[in-house]
């Protein structure tokens, strides 16, 4: 069936230096896609969203970059700090519902 | 302005039985969704409530069922409780039920242990 998936379960960074964490996408009837943090222990938290009319979307300290023709989907973290260490999901929603397809998620580690 | 509240945080039960979950959405949004985390996996889709209906449904046996209360509150019901539900649910709340660019907001979760 139509899914979201990320390509690595884990990632691995210095503090300071940008990270990008990626995901692809098959379901074309998307058009809204949504990155979440999760913390040991909490639930999902929402960093940044973008609707498929954008290619790029910046945040605080976060951009998130949607390619449509190859459908895949990138959050990228500038200087990265120890805590945003965190299982990061993408996820998917079309406009006719509202549930969201959760990937399974990258686990970023930050090291000091 | 609080955030999405769930109680219990933890809850262990015994094969067989049932078990009731709660939620009180952020504020000001009225729409609630209730998701099952396997430990490693991402959230799953059970339902959504609005207006005290439910509206959307996801790939889950009858055992599991809810309600949502004129205050916007919601409660997750599991009978005959399996091994395999052992899982943390997670409630999500907004505002409406399919507004693209309302995020869905999630609360910490309760986690169910079934022995």
């Known amino acids: 069936g139509e899914s979201v998936g990320l390509h690595l379960p884990t990632l691995s960074v210095q503090e300071g230096d940008n990270s990008i964490i990626n995901c692809a996408y098959s379901?074309?009837?998307?058009?809204?896609f949504i990155w979440y943090k999760q913390e040991s222990g909490k639930g999902p938290q929402f960093i940044i969203d973008?609707?498929?009319?954008?290619d790029k979307r910046q945040g605080q300290r976060v951009t998130v970059l949607l390619n449509k023709t190859v459908k895949h989907l990138s959050l990228q973290i500038a200087a990265t700090q120890p805590g945003d260490s965190a299982v990061y999901f993408c996820?998917?929603?079309?406009?006719?519902?509202?549930?969201?397809?959760f990937g399974e998620g990258t686990q970023l580690t930050v090291n000091p | 302005d609080a955030g999405v509240t769930q109680s219990p945080t933890h809850l262990i039960k015994t094969r067989g039985q049932q078990v009731t979950l709660r939620c009180s959405p952020k504020?000001?949004?009225?729409?609630v969704s209730w998701y099952q985390q396997a430990l490693g996996q991402g959230p799953q889709f059970i339902f959504q409530?609005?207006?005290?209906?439910?509206?959307q449904r996801g790939n889950f046996p009858d055992r599991f069922s809810g309600h949502q209360f004129p205050n916007y509150s919601s409660e997750l019901n599991v009978n005959a409780l399996l091994l395999g539900d052992s899982a943390l649910y997670l409630c999500?709340?907004?505002?409406?039920?399919?507004?693209?660019?309302?995020?869905?907001?999630f609360g910490n979760g309760t986690r169910l242990t079934v022995t």
């Open positions: 996820a998917e929603r079309k406009t006719s519902g509202s549930r969201l397809t």
């Open positions: 504020s000001g949004h009225d729409t």
């Open positions: 379901n074309s009837a998307s058009d809204y």
């Open positions: 973008i609707r498929s009319n954008m």
């Open positions: 409530y609005y207006e005290e209906e439910e509206r």
């Open positions: 999500a709340s907004s505002l409406g039920p399919g507004q693209v660019g309302s995020p869905l907001h």
